[in-house]
């Protein structure tokens, strides 16, 4: 028999509403633990209870943190974290850059308030528990479960508002079909980083867009706030318009690392343009992120910059986990 231990944070699953003052986040994880199955036990508790949309860099190491509690607990076979689906993407992908463990992690929430006469939350947890004691998902990482699909974390998006399931991208890892799991793939596993120190949670590194006008300003005002690094969401295959590789140039002469990314939905970051595109970014000294989005991006950049990368080994070590 399995034990999965359930780690509660907020978000729309543990949500009610509130009248005229919208839905907040107040049920505890208690009562997400789905009906018990005769192969596997569930036990619950709370690491935060709120909104994803309101998480900073501390709260995401909390919950790092509690995940690695329960992973090492010998007792515990897989791990499932109900979160809030804003965010889910980034905290997600945190938790696999730092998973070393077999043990599947599965990250899964809701669409719908607790309270909703058609809440999705119930049926999302129990899959998700099913998924972290399946046997053939051990050694996946940490994976999104939602409606019936699991996804690898890497690549992953949240790319509808409303959608029963909100998230693609990434590797389709398993889908429910016949009610049972059907695996599909095994991600694809780097080595795991070091577990996060306190400087994590005062780590800044800021996005800026690309987009047709877009001032470079934006740009030097974060250096000017001292952002340790900035993710530049180019247009394309990773390209910006007047005055930003002068910007990047700037910001890297001084110390500030900038990773080149792209707005673009799906696809890589391939340096291709001159006058101010992709090819001069590159050359004033921003990192392309290949395939990682500027969000996964940055939080790649915050974890490597607060355990102490070295500026001049930064580009090598970012490059490894692409």
Not at 47 to 76: C, H, K, M, N, W
Request: negative net charge; hydrophobic residues 40%; charged residues 15%.
């Amino acid at each position: 028999m399995a034990h999965i231990q359930l780690l509660g944070t907020g978000g729309t699953i543990a949500s009610r509403s509130h009248g005229s003052g919208g839905a907040v986040a107040t049920d505890t994880s208690s009562a997400l633990v789905p009906i018990p199955h005769r192969d596997v036990t569930v036990s619950a508790r709370d690491v935060l209870t709120t909104g994803s949309y309101r998480l900073d860099l501390a709260d995401l190491r909390r919950i790092a943190e509690a995940v690695g509690q329960a992973v090492s607990d010998p007792g515990t076979d897989g791990v499932v974290v109900t979160h809030g689906t804003d965010t889910l993407e980034e905290t997600t992908f945190l938790l696999d850059l730092l998973h070393a463990s077999a043990k599947p992690v599965v990250v899964t929430g809701a669409q719908r308030t607790a309270d909703s006469p058609d809440a999705d939350g119930p049926r999302n947890v129990a899959e998700a528990v099913r998924a972290a004691a399946d046997e053939h998902l051990r050694g996946a990482g940490a994976l999104i479960s939602f409606n019936g699909t699991v996804r690898s974390a890497r690549g992953a998006r949240k790319v509808h508002t409303t959608a029963d399931n909100p998230f693609g991208g990434g590797t389709e890892v398993a889908h429910m079909a016949g009610g049972r799991f059907v695996v599909t793939a095994t991600p694809r596993r780097y080595p795991a980083l070091p577990p996060l120190p306190a400087a994590f949670d005062e780590t800044r590194v800021e996005i800026v867009t690309a987009y047709p006008g877009a001032t470079p300003a934006l740009l030097d005002h974060a250096v000017r706030l001292g952002s340790h690094a900035v993710v530049l969401a180019g247009t394309g295959v990773g390209n910006a318009g007047p005055g930003f590789a002068e910007a990047v140039k700037h910001a890297t002469d001084g110390g500030c690392i900038v990773v080149l990314s792209t707005r673009a939905p799906w696809g890589p970051v391939v340096p291709t343009y001159g006058n101010g595109g992709g090819i001069d970014l590159v050359a004033a000294g921003a990192i392309p992120s290949l395939d990682l989005n500027p969000f996964q991006a940055r939080i790649l950049a915050a974890v490597l910059l607060s355990q102490g990368t070295p500026r001049e080994e930064f580009a090598g070590v970012f490059d490894a986990y692409l």
